[in-house]
């Protein structure tokens, strides 16, 4: 029977949506501004595209999906979660549940099969945030029961947001407005693309009206610049404008034949689409640029010695650039990266007979990297067991390429009130190095951290299990205090250079780091250790860091989504050990008298009649003085990052647990 029709003014759902509503996938109630832009500060962005709205299917499934998350889903993909149990809420991942059963030892994150917005399985490593992520949601199911961070329903599609191609609004923009649009593009791509100069980029806009070839490029320049500004209510809307006519003009012929442009095209296009939310769709594009280098012979220092000086430079850069980003992308996905040299990256770094400015610093650091981060992928994807030599072993690697390619003015940025475009982008490029460092000390070591709680929640849960001591790997509190440090500093960092006025809106890479922080954070104070109250401040900024991105970038929001359930998860938690201890000494005490003092501009209040009620009425922060003053052990000379607010001294690096031997003081001390 078909269902009646329903009149304008009783309908649900809007008749239009906004474009940032539509981007994000947001429920629009079509106001001017509606209340999802309200709630992000971006009324000035909330517009209307004119002409006939298409027509769509729609069904009760779908409804609940665009209410309940930012992921964008086509009815098939619904219908596919509906149809495969292994996909299903009622039945997630059993395989990861069994692990969990089987004891602390076998527990580790697996790799999954993810589904895309076409409902395509695609698929994400074991080191990759998103199996750590679905790995803690069937821990803390375990040990404290449903809770709005473990009921999620569509935990196993990967959120990708859509962009619109049709329905922008035109766009024109004097020489004044692309300045800054290029301007954003280097602070964004600092560290990560080394392609251009700024005075080669002036040199190409000036002149659009009279090239071809190079205008494809110039558009995803200003796609790249405009998804960072905000000074334009519709900065968003253009730099999807941008990014549709570059990407028309790159697959126009440009796959016949391989070329640096072609090359510079796909990466320019990746970069854009991660800050976009579409990592399936960048992967793919970083593919095509790693086959036409490989075809062009960028990866084999052999080919460079007959070039000349100006060609070799180019060649050099886009090589350098393809590698960065392609193994930065590869490490959060824990995908095999598409641009591995058959030669070591130092070989290539040699031919470098350019002066190293500082500017470029960074480049060259993330390079030098590149090697050991395929290294640790390759390492934990094979590992079966925890190798505690075979770990400290590329620690020491990743020690002796910090003493190498990290100069003194890389670790220490002193930033003032009034900050010039260069050394903002020097500053934000020292910041994706460290940071770039920090996450790969957390991958390497997170396995042993994962033991390490693990092994103590499974010691509550059974109070008569005694786990064996010799089972355990060697120094695995200290590199388990290892994985906690790099999370810290990382998050820190972060904290730091926002305060500092020194994040920009879009950050596509750095976003995907804070989170894998967040999640080792969150985890470590789940399980109870007896943390400092720089673990629980960390915890605080990275959420802060994802807040202020989410204002540009779906995904920053779902992470910090994510990560906020997990904060009600672990204050959830901790009342419940409170109840416990409080029911455990019950038989020796009454509470007699309980006084509530009601104030004049409060209503009349009911007094609590158990000490469990009374419980209830502590807020987060009582729940936290409380929880340090339970566990008098937290460290009192951590080696942490520093900041002079004095000079808004930026510390970028820091001594770690490894090579540090004041980290005998860790948190783990006396355990």
Same mark, same amino acid.
């Given at each position: 029977?078909?269902?009646?029709?329903?009149?304008?003014?009783?309908?649900?759902?809007?008749?239009?949506?906004?474009?940032?509503?539509?981007?994000?996938?947001?429920?629009?109630?079509?106001?001017?501004?509606?209340?999802?832009?309200?709630?992000?500060?971006?009324?000035?962005?909330?517009?209307?595209?004119?002409?006939?709205?298409?027509?769509?299917?729609?069904?009760?499934?779908? #409804?609940?999906?665009?209410?309940?998350?930012?992921?964008?889903?086509?009815?098939?993909?619904?219908?596919?979660?509906?149809?495969?149990?292994?996909?299903?809420?009622?039945?997630?991942?059993?395989?990861?549940?069994?692990?969990?059963?089987?004891?602390?030892?076998?527990?580790?994150?697996?790799?999954?099969?993810?589904?895309?917005?076409?409902?395509?399985?695609?698929?994400?490593?074991?080191?990759?945030?998103?199996?750590?992520?679905?790995?803690?949601?069937?821990?803390?199911?375990?040990?404290?029961?449903?809770?709005?961070?473990?009921?999620?329903?569509?935990?196993?599609?990967?959120?990708?947001?859509?962009?619109?191609?049709?329905?922008?609004?035109?766009?024109?923009?004097?020489?004044?407005?692309?300045?800054?649009?290029?301007?954003?593009?280097?602070?964004?791509?600092?560290?990560?693309?080394?392609?251009?100069?700024?005075?080669?980029?002036?040199?190409?806009?000036?002149?659009?009206?009279?090239?071809?070839?190079?205008?494809?490029?110039?558009?995803?320049?200003?796609?790249?610049?405009?998804?960072?500004?905000?000074?334009?209510?519709?900065?968003?809307?253009?730099?999807?404008?941008?990014?549709?006519?570059?990407?028309?003009?790159?697959?126009?012929?440009?796959?016949?034949?391989? #070329?640096?442009?072609?090359?510079?095209?796909?990466?320019?296009?990746?970069?854009?689409?991660?800050?976009?939310?579409?990592?399936?769709?960048?992967?793919?594009?970083?593919?095509?640029?790693?086959?036409?280098?490989?075809?062009?012979?960028?990866?084999?220092?052999?080919?460079?010695?007959?070039?000349?000086?100006?060609?070799?430079?180019?060649?050099?850069?886009?090589?350098?650039?393809?590698?960065?980003?392609?193994?930065?992308?590869?490490?959060?996905?824990?995908?095999?990266?598409?641009?591995?040299?058959?030669?070591?990256?130092?070989?290539?770094?040699?031919?470098?007979?350019?002066?190293?400015?500082?500017?470029?610093?960074?480049?060259?650091?993330?390079?030098?990297?590149?090697?050991?981060?395929?290294?640790?992928?390759?390492?934990?994807?094979?590992?079966?067991?925890?190798?505690?030599?075979?770990?400290?072993?590329?620690?020491?690697?990743?020690?002796?390429?910090?003493?190498?390619?990290?100069?003194?003015?890389?670790?220490?940025?002193?930033?003032?009130?009034?900050?010039?475009?260069?050394?903002?982008?020097?500053?934000?490029?020292?910041?994706?190095?460290?940071?770039?460092?920090?996450?790969?000390?957390?991958?390497?070591?997170?396995?042993?951290?994962?033991?390490?709680?693990?092994?103590?929640?499974?010691?509550?849960?059974?109070?008569?299990?005694?786990?064996?001591?010799?089972?355990?790997?060697?120094?695995?509190?200290?590199?388990?205090?290892?994985?906690?440090?790099?999370?810290?500093?990382?998050?820190?960092?972060?904290?730091?250079?926002?305060?500092?006025?020194?994040?920009?809106?879009?950050?596509?890479?750095?976003?995907?780091?804070?989170?894998?922080?967040?999640?080792?954070?969150?985890?470590?104070?789940?399980?109870?250790?007896?943390?400092?109250?720089?673990?629980?401040?960390?915890?605080?900024?990275?959420?802060?860091?994802?807040?202020?991105?989410?204002?540009?970038?779906?995904?920053?929001?779902?992470?910090?989504?994510?990560?906020?359930?997990?904060?009600?998860?672990?204050?959830?938690?901790?009342?419940?050990?409170?109840?416990?201890?409080?029911?455990?000494?019950?038989?020796?005490?009454?509470?007699?008298?309980?006084?509530?003092?009601?104030?004049?501009?409060?209503?009349?209040?009911?007094?609590?009649?158990?000490?469990?009620?009374?419980?209830?009425?502590?807020?987060?922060?009582?729940?936290?003085?409380?929880?340090?003053?339970?566990?008098?052990?937290?460290?009192?000379?951590?080696?942490?990052?520093?900041?002079?607010?004095?000079?808004?001294?930026?510390?970028?690096?820091?001594?770690?647990?490894?090579?540090?031997?004041?980290?005998?003081?860790?948190?783990?001390?006396?355990?």
């Amino acid at each position: 029977m078909p269902r009646p029709r329903i009149r304008i003014e009783d309908r649900q759902r809007a008749v239009k949506a906004c474009i940032p509503c539509k981007s994000s996938k947001k429920r629009c109630d079509s106001k001017t501004p509606c209340s999802p832009c309200v709630r992000r500060s971006s009324e000035q962005a909330c517009v209307y595209t004119e002409g006939r709205q298409k027509k769509r299917r729609t069904s009760y499934t779908a #409804s609940q999906l665009d209410e309940d998350t930012t992921v964008s889903q086509h009815s098939e993909t619904i219908n596919f979660l509906a149809q495969h149990d292994s996909f299903s809420s009622d039945n997630p991942h059993r395989h990861v549940q069994d692990q969990i059963n089987n004891g602390p030892g076998n527990s580790a994150p697996r790799s999954r099969l993810l589904l895309n917005s076409k409902g395509e399985k695609v698929y994400v490593g074991n080191a990759a945030a998103l199996a750590f992520l679905q790995f803690l949601r069937q821990i803390l199911s375990k040990h404290m029961g449903p809770s709005h961070f473990t009921e999620n329903r569509l935990g196993n599609v990967m959120l990708e947001a859509q962009i619109p191609g049709e329905g922008l609004p035109d766009f024109e923009e004097d020489v004044e407005q692309k300045r800054v649009l290029v301007d954003n593009f280097f602070l964004a791509s600092s560290g990560i693309l080394d392609l251009y100069t700024r005075s080669e980029v002036y040199e190409l806009f000036t002149d659009m009206d009279n090239m071809n070839e190079s205008k494809g490029l110039l558009y995803l320049v200003f796609a790249i610049g405009g998804q960072c500004r905000v000074s334009s209510p519709l900065s968003l809307n253009y730099s999807q404008r941008y990014f549709t006519h570059g990407q028309r003009i790159a697959f126009e012929g440009m796959l016949e034949d391989p #070329s640096i442009r072609l090359i510079h095209s796909f990466l320019l296009m990746a970069f854009y689409l991660l800050g976009a939310c579409r990592r399936n769709a960048a992967f793919m594009y970083l593919g095509i640029a790693a086959r036409a280098a490989h075809a062009l012979g960028l990866h084999d220092a052999d080919q460079y010695s007959s070039l000349t000086r100006s060609e070799k430079s180019l060649r050099l850069r886009t090589w350098k650039s393809l590698r960065i980003l392609d193994v930065m992308t590869s490490s959060i996905l824990a995908r095999p990266s598409a641009s591995l040299s058959t030669r070591p990256d130092t070989a290539i770094a040699k031919i470098n007979s350019d002066d190293r400015t500082m500017l470029k610093t960074a480049t060259n650091a993330n390079f030098e990297i590149c090697s050991i981060i395929e290294e640790v992928l390759q390492y934990i994807s094979q590992q079966s067991t925890l190798d505690s030599e075979s770990t400290q072993g590329l620690l020491q690697k990743l020690s002796t390429w910090s003493a190498t390619n990290l100069s003194p003015e890389m670790r220490i940025c002193s930033v003032g009130t009034s900050i010039g475009s260069s050394e903002h982008e020097k500053v934000l490029g020292n910041i994706h190095t460290a940071c770039l460092y920090y996450f790969t000390v957390m991958l390497l070591t997170r396995p042993f951290l994962i033991r390490y709680l693990m092994s103590r929640l499974s010691t509550k849960s059974n109070s008569g299990m005694n786990i064996g001591s010799n089972s355990e790997p060697a120094n695995l509190s200290d590199l388990a205090q290892v994985s906690i440090d790099v999370a810290v500093y990382m998050a820190q960092t972060c904290q730091n250079a926002m305060s500092a006025g020194l994040i920009i809106d879009n950050m596509c890479i750095l976003k995907a780091w804070v989170f894998a922080a967040g999640l080792v954070l969150g985890f470590t104070l789940f399980a109870n250790i007896e943390v400092s109250s720089e673990v629980e401040n960390a915890f605080t900024g990275v959420r802060d860091v994802l807040k202020k991105l989410s204002h540009q970038s779906p995904q920053a929001e779902h992470y910090h989504d994510v990560l906020s359930s997990f904060s009600e998860a672990i204050i959830k938690r901790r009342k419940q050990i409170a109840q416990e201890r409080r029911r455990a000494t019950s038989q020796y005490v009454d509470r007699i008298l309980v006084l509530d003092v009601q104030n004049d501009q409060q209503q009349q209040q009911t007094s609590p009649i158990s000490a469990d009620a009374d419980f209830s009425r502590i807020d987060a922060d009582s729940i936290e003085n409380w929880w340090n003053s339970e566990f008098p052990f937290a460290p009192e000379n951590a080696d942490v990052l520093t900041a002079d607010w004095d000079a808004f001294a930026l510390q970028i690096s820091e001594n770690f647990a490894f090579d540090n031997e004041a980290a005998s003081r860790g948190l783990f001390e006396g355990m």
